[in-house]
Protein backbone atom coordinates (compact mmCIF):
# COMPACT_ATOMS: atom_id res chain seq x y z
CA UNK A 1 0.00 0.00 0.00
CA UNK A 2 0.89 3.36 -0.77
CA UNK A 3 2.09 5.79 1.81
CA UNK A 4 -0.37 8.70 2.26
CA UNK A 5 2.70 11.06 1.94
CA UNK A 6 3.63 9.88 -1.42
CA UNK A 7 -0.11 10.04 -2.82
CA UNK A 8 0.01 13.90 -1.43
CA UNK A 9 3.06 14.92 -3.10
CA UNK A 10 2.15 13.51 -6.60
CA UNK A 11 -0.96 15.15 -6.53
CA UNK A 12 0.65 18.49 -5.52
CA UNK A 13 2.68 18.08 -8.32
CA UNK A 14 -0.02 17.14 -10.75
CA UNK A 15 -1.86 20.62 -9.69
CA UNK A 16 0.84 22.87 -9.39
CA UNK A 17 2.11 23.38 -5.80
CA UNK A 18 0.52 22.35 -2.24
CA UNK A 19 -1.17 25.25 -2.11
CA UNK A 20 -3.01 25.32 -5.44
CA UNK A 21 -4.18 21.40 -4.00
CA UNK A 22 -4.86 22.53 -0.91
CA UNK A 23 -7.51 24.84 -2.61
CA UNK A 24 -9.15 21.91 -4.24
CA UNK A 25 -9.61 19.99 -1.24
CA UNK A 26 -12.84 20.49 0.44
CA UNK A 27 -13.67 19.22 3.49
CA UNK A 28 -17.56 17.87 4.47
CA UNK A 29 -20.12 19.17 7.06
CA UNK A 30 -19.53 18.80 10.67
CA UNK A 31 -22.74 16.40 12.82
CA UNK A 32 -23.82 19.46 13.83
CA UNK A 33 -24.19 20.84 10.26
CA UNK A 34 -25.77 17.45 8.68
CA UNK A 35 -28.72 17.06 11.41
CA UNK A 36 -29.23 20.96 10.92
CA UNK A 37 -30.46 19.83 7.53
CA UNK A 38 -34.64 18.72 6.76
CA UNK A 39 -35.49 15.22 6.22
CA UNK A 40 -36.96 16.74 2.82
CA UNK A 41 -33.42 18.08 1.38
CA UNK A 42 -32.52 14.37 1.27
CA UNK A 43 -35.49 12.84 -0.68
CA UNK A 44 -34.32 15.97 -3.04
CA UNK A 45 -31.12 15.15 -3.58
CA UNK A 46 -31.61 10.84 -3.64
CA UNK A 47 -34.05 12.18 -6.80
CA UNK A 48 -31.56 14.24 -8.39
CA UNK A 49 -29.04 11.76 -8.37
CA UNK A 50 -31.50 8.95 -9.53
CA UNK A 51 -32.49 10.92 -12.51
CA UNK A 52 -29.45 11.98 -13.63
CA UNK A 53 -28.00 8.88 -13.57
CA UNK A 54 -27.62 7.55 -17.17
CA UNK A 55 -28.80 11.17 -18.34
CA UNK A 56 -26.96 14.32 -19.17
CA UNK A 57 -26.40 16.10 -15.82
CA UNK A 58 -27.17 19.50 -17.29
CA UNK A 59 -30.65 18.17 -18.43
CA UNK A 60 -31.66 17.24 -14.88
CA UNK A 61 -30.72 20.74 -13.46
CA UNK A 62 -32.64 22.55 -15.84
CA UNK A 63 -35.53 20.93 -15.43
CA UNK A 64 -34.90 20.67 -11.87
CA UNK A 65 -37.41 23.77 -10.76
CA UNK A 66 -40.01 21.95 -12.57
CA UNK A 67 -39.50 18.68 -10.47
CA UNK A 68 -39.61 20.91 -7.03
CA UNK A 69 -43.24 22.01 -8.08
CA UNK A 70 -44.10 19.10 -9.27
CA UNK A 71 -43.58 17.01 -6.17
CA UNK A 72 -44.16 19.92 -3.51
CA UNK A 73 -40.48 20.96 -3.25
CA UNK A 74 -40.00 17.39 -1.95
CA UNK A 75 -41.96 17.20 1.36
CA UNK A 76 -41.73 14.01 2.59
CA UNK A 77 -44.77 14.37 4.64
CA UNK A 78 -46.84 15.35 1.15
CA UNK A 79 -45.63 12.58 -0.73
CA UNK A 80 -46.55 9.61 1.96
CA UNK A 81 -50.18 11.55 1.37
CA UNK A 82 -50.13 11.27 -2.42
CA UNK A 83 -52.32 8.97 -3.86
CA UNK A 84 -51.15 6.24 -6.44
CA UNK A 85 -53.05 7.85 -9.50
CA UNK A 86 -52.24 10.88 -8.54
CA UNK A 87 -48.11 9.79 -9.00
CA UNK A 88 -48.89 8.52 -12.11
CA UNK A 89 -50.47 11.87 -13.39
CA UNK A 90 -47.12 13.59 -11.93
CA UNK A 91 -44.96 11.24 -14.00
CA UNK A 92 -46.67 12.26 -17.45
CA UNK A 93 -46.31 16.48 -16.39
CA UNK A 94 -43.91 18.09 -19.18
CA UNK A 95 -41.86 20.39 -16.56
CA UNK A 96 -39.96 16.71 -15.91
CA UNK A 97 -38.24 14.29 -17.11
CA UNK A 98 -40.96 12.19 -18.00
CA UNK A 99 -39.60 8.13 -17.13
CA UNK A 100 -41.89 6.02 -14.61
CA UNK A 101 -40.09 3.85 -13.22
CA UNK A 102 -37.85 6.58 -11.58
CA UNK A 103 -40.63 8.86 -10.77
CA UNK A 104 -41.57 5.81 -8.96
CA UNK A 105 -38.62 5.73 -6.35
CA UNK A 106 -39.75 9.72 -4.96
CA UNK A 107 -42.58 7.98 -2.59
CA UNK A 108 -40.15 4.54 -2.20
CA UNK A 109 -37.61 6.67 -0.69
CA UNK A 110 -39.89 9.17 1.44
CA UNK A 111 -41.00 6.17 2.90
CA UNK A 112 -37.95 5.04 3.62
CA UNK A 113 -36.81 8.27 5.23
CA UNK A 114 -39.99 8.65 7.17
CA UNK A 115 -39.85 5.00 8.45
CA UNK A 116 -35.77 5.91 9.38
CA UNK A 117 -36.74 9.12 11.08
CA UNK A 118 -39.37 7.85 13.33
CA UNK A 119 -36.86 5.65 14.74
CA UNK A 120 -33.86 8.06 15.01
CA UNK A 121 -35.46 11.56 15.15
CA UNK A 122 -34.74 12.68 11.69
CA UNK A 123 -33.33 10.66 8.64
CA UNK A 124 -30.17 13.70 9.00
CA UNK A 125 -29.45 12.49 12.67
CA UNK A 126 -29.11 8.40 10.88
CA UNK A 127 -26.76 10.18 8.47
CA UNK A 128 -24.94 11.66 10.78
CA UNK A 129 -24.26 9.58 13.85
CA UNK A 130 -23.18 6.52 10.91
CA UNK A 131 -19.40 6.23 10.93
CA UNK A 132 -17.02 7.21 8.66
CA UNK A 133 -15.13 4.31 9.65
CA UNK A 134 -17.95 1.84 7.76
CA UNK A 135 -19.38 4.27 4.87
CA UNK A 136 -19.82 1.68 3.00
CA UNK A 137 -22.44 0.28 5.54
CA UNK A 138 -24.28 3.10 5.22
CA UNK A 139 -24.15 2.75 1.17
CA UNK A 140 -25.58 -0.95 1.71
CA UNK A 141 -28.28 0.04 3.63
CA UNK A 142 -29.00 3.00 1.47
CA UNK A 143 -29.05 0.26 -1.30
CA UNK A 144 -31.05 -2.22 0.52
CA UNK A 145 -33.87 0.08 2.54
CA UNK A 146 -33.84 2.84 -0.70
CA UNK A 147 -34.85 2.75 -4.15
CA UNK A 148 -32.39 3.01 -7.28
CA UNK A 149 -29.75 3.91 -4.78
CA UNK A 150 -27.20 1.20 -5.46
CA UNK A 151 -24.22 2.01 -7.03
CA UNK A 152 -22.73 5.44 -7.16
CA UNK A 153 -26.21 6.97 -7.02
CA UNK A 154 -26.08 6.78 -2.88
CA UNK A 155 -22.99 7.61 -2.62
CA UNK A 156 -23.07 10.74 -4.83
CA UNK A 157 -26.25 12.52 -2.91
CA UNK A 158 -24.54 11.33 0.29
CA UNK A 159 -21.20 13.68 -0.50
CA UNK A 160 -23.39 16.29 -2.24
CA UNK A 161 -24.80 17.17 1.02
CA UNK A 162 -21.62 16.92 2.80
CA UNK A 163 -21.64 13.28 4.90
CA UNK A 164 -18.03 12.28 4.74
CA UNK A 165 -17.49 9.60 2.07
CA UNK A 166 -15.41 8.50 -0.60
CA UNK A 167 -16.18 7.98 -4.09
CA UNK A 168 -15.11 5.14 -6.05
CA UNK A 169 -14.98 7.36 -9.36
CA UNK A 170 -13.00 6.46 -12.25
CA UNK A 171 -9.87 8.05 -11.00
CA UNK A 172 -10.27 6.31 -7.83
CA UNK A 173 -11.34 2.97 -9.07
CA UNK A 174 -8.32 3.37 -11.54
CA UNK A 175 -5.66 3.68 -9.03
CA UNK A 176 -7.05 1.36 -6.50
CA UNK A 177 -6.69 -1.45 -9.56
CA UNK A 178 -3.42 -0.56 -10.55
CA UNK A 179 -2.09 -0.80 -6.82
CA UNK A 180 -3.77 -4.28 -6.50
CA UNK A 181 -6.20 -3.02 -3.66
CA UNK A 182 -9.33 -4.11 -5.54
CA UNK A 183 -10.18 -6.58 -8.59
CA UNK A 184 -12.60 -8.55 -9.87
CA UNK A 185 -16.37 -6.67 -9.85
CA UNK A 186 -16.27 -2.50 -7.98
CA UNK A 187 -19.38 -3.08 -6.21
CA UNK A 188 -18.39 -6.70 -4.74
CA UNK A 189 -18.54 -7.21 -0.78
CA UNK A 190 -14.83 -8.02 -0.91
CA UNK A 191 -13.38 -4.44 -3.03
CA UNK A 192 -15.68 -2.44 -1.15
CA UNK A 193 -14.23 -4.09 2.10
CA UNK A 194 -11.11 -3.29 0.32
CA UNK A 195 -11.95 -0.11 -0.80
CA UNK A 196 -12.86 0.93 3.12
CA UNK A 197 -10.16 -0.51 4.25
CA UNK A 198 -7.31 1.40 2.39
CA UNK A 199 -8.99 4.81 3.06
CA UNK A 200 -9.35 4.24 6.78
CA UNK A 201 -5.46 3.78 6.70
CA UNK A 202 -5.12 6.59 4.47
CA UNK A 203 -7.22 8.93 7.34
CA UNK A 204 -5.32 6.81 10.25
CA UNK A 205 -1.93 8.26 8.45
CA UNK A 206 -3.13 11.86 7.75
CA UNK A 207 -5.81 12.52 9.98
CA UNK A 208 -8.30 13.87 7.17
CA UNK A 209 -11.74 13.30 6.39
CA UNK A 210 -12.26 10.71 3.97
CA UNK A 211 -13.47 13.47 1.19
CA UNK A 212 -10.44 14.89 1.09
CA UNK A 213 -8.75 11.54 0.50
CA UNK A 214 -10.77 10.37 -2.05
CA UNK A 215 -9.95 13.47 -3.92
CA UNK A 216 -6.73 13.46 -2.97
CA UNK A 217 -6.20 10.20 -4.41
CA UNK A 218 -8.32 10.72 -7.85
CA UNK A 219 -5.98 14.00 -8.22
CA UNK A 220 -2.87 11.98 -8.05
CA UNK A 221 -3.75 9.91 -11.30
CA UNK A 222 -5.57 10.26 -14.29
CA UNK A 223 -6.11 13.00 -16.98
CA UNK A 224 -7.71 15.58 -14.36
CA UNK A 225 -4.91 18.69 -14.02
CA UNK A 226 -7.23 21.42 -12.54
CA UNK A 227 -10.86 22.62 -11.63
CA UNK A 228 -12.04 18.98 -11.33
CA UNK A 229 -15.55 18.90 -9.67
CA UNK A 230 -15.05 17.93 -5.74
CA UNK A 231 -18.09 15.45 -6.11
CA UNK A 232 -16.85 13.49 -8.65
CA UNK A 233 -13.41 12.58 -7.26
Do not use: C
Not at 86 to 103: G, H, S
Amino acid sequence: MEKFQDIYQRAAQRKGSEVMLQQLLVAPQNAKQLTALPDDAWLEEFTRKIFQSGFYWSVINNKWPGFREVFWDFSVAKLLMMPPDMLEQKATDERIVRNFKKVQTIPENAYMIHEVASEHGSFSQFIADWPSDDIIGLWGYLKKHGARLGGNTGPYALRTLGKDTFLLSRDVESYLRAHKIIDGGLQTKKSLASAQHFFNELQQQSGLSLQELSLLVAYSVGDNRVGIQTTQA
